[in-house]
């Protein structure tokens, strides 16, 4: 859902807010029925699973914002764990499996300035 897409507007948090509206268009172009049912083929069918790599795509693509986040001074990426950098994704897709819901924009914005950029400031 973010292998083609990765935002560099200049600013970490424009960039994760591009990011998440970019996964919640893809979403809501595929369909929730459409996403449940590849999930579940991931989950029953470990070849299906080699090309439906969503965690290490989306932590390619956090680690390329964050270091160029970074790179800015905005944060300290030495100190950003693989776990906080997977954060974002693994809320955004907590909110659409758990809730049965496309991400509204509401949850975007309260995802990334009340979780993600709190913390990756705070240790980065």
Do not use: C, W
């Amino acid at each position: 859902m973010v292998s083609d897409y990765v935002p560099d507007t200049g600013d970490l948090r424009s960039d994760v807010l591009a990011l998440l509206r970019h996964v919640s268009q893809r979403v809501q172009a595929i369909g929730m029925s459409t996403l449940h049912g590849l999930m579940a083929e991931y989950l029953d069918d470990v070849p299906v699973s080699a090309y439906l790599y969503i965690r290490q795509v989306s932590m390619e693509t956090m680690m390329t914002i964050l270091k160029r986040a970074a790179a800015r001074g905005e944060v300290r990426v030495d100190h950003i764990t693989p776990r906080m950098a997977s954060l974002l994704m693994d809320l955004v897709r907590h909110e659409l499996f758990f809730t049965n819901l496309e991400l509204p924009e509401e949850a975007i914005v309260e995802i990334v300035d009340d979780i993600f950029l709190l913390l990756v400031r705070l240790r980065g």
